[in-house]
């Protein structure tokens, strides 16, 4: 029962609603919950309602946190608050929490598993977890990062597709996001969400065929750009430089796939 409700309300609940789905119903209305998701399985599958912060071990994490102060400490005790790409704010003052998140701000979309997460939060803090046992940090990270995803803060994957962890030379957009983007400004990435191009984004994404260099790119545009079919915001010598950042700024939208 979430700690939230009142007990006398708890107790209420238990009386009106004996069973599970009554009572998971009754919580959406009180939680003001619209749509009830749920797990269909075969009826002798075996279930565990409780959810041990162990469970993440064998998950893969990934998320577009990052601090909202341009100098955030890592200290262990010193409260740091970071954004989602939602636009909420989470805050902890675990160094090794703090230190994961980001990290994992830093790879995405690339998801990272738990084990190379917690080795890598705990490398960037340096030499102040030298006295700090692994099992322990792997236990106050395993926590915090499962409030993180019950906080939509943090994605948990098994599987991730092969998506490009940054800019690459010769860049490939998926078929799809190129077609939507000859015919609108929402596209289809590669973790089936809606992106919003502006302007030059979609200009440029549908030429991502895996075929163009940066220069093959620049050639192409040039002529467009001078026959005004497409309006850039720079001059010609800040082409390149606008092109450079479009396609690191498609990576991170995780419309990029892996270079094959």
């Known amino acids: 029962m979430a700690p939230q409700i009142p007990n006398d309300l708890k107790e209420t609940l238990r009386h009106i609603a004996p069973d ?14 619209s749509f009830r998701q749920t797990l269909l399985v075969h009826a002798d599958a075996p279930i565990n309602r409780r ?25 262990q005790g010193v409260n740091e608050s ?30 990272v598993p738990f084990g190379e997460l917690l080795e890598r939060a705990r490398t960037l803090l340096g030499g102040s977890r ?15 990062m499962l409030q993180c995803y019950a906080a939509n803060a943090v994605d948990l994957r098994v599987w991730s597709p092969a998506m490009a962890a940054g800019p ?25 969400k809606s992106i919003t191009m502006n302007p030059f984004s979609r200009v440029l994404l549908p030429l991502l065929d895996g075929t163009r260099d940066r220069t093959a790119l620049l050639e192409t545009l040039m002529p467009r750009i001078d026959a005004g079919e497409v309006v850039v915001p720079v001059r010609a010598g800040g082409l390149r430089q606008l092109v450079d ?16």
Do not use: C
């Open 20 to 33: 599970l789905i009554a009572r998971e119903q009754y919580l959406d209305f009180l939680h003001h919950r």
């Open 130 to 144: 030298s006295n700090v046992a692994m099992d322990d940090d792997a236990r106050m990270l395993a926590i915090e």
């Open 51 to 75: 959810v041990e912060p162990q469970t993440l071990f064998q998950f893969d994490f990934a998320s577009a946190i990052h601090p909202v102060s341009a100098s955030f400490s890592l200290a």
């Open 168 to 192: 690459p030379e010769r860049p490939v957009a998926s078929p799809l996001a190129r077609l939507q983007a000859r015919r609108a400004s929402e596209v289809t990435n590669l973790l089936h």
């Open 245 to 260: 950042e479009t396609v690191a700024g498609l990576a991170k939208a995780a419309l990029l796939a892996h270079p094959i």
């Open 82 to 111: 970071f954004r989602t790409a939602a636009g909420g704010d989470i805050s902890t003052v675990s160094a090794i929490s703090k230190a994961a998140l980001v990290e994992l701000g830093s790879q995405w979309p690339l998801a």
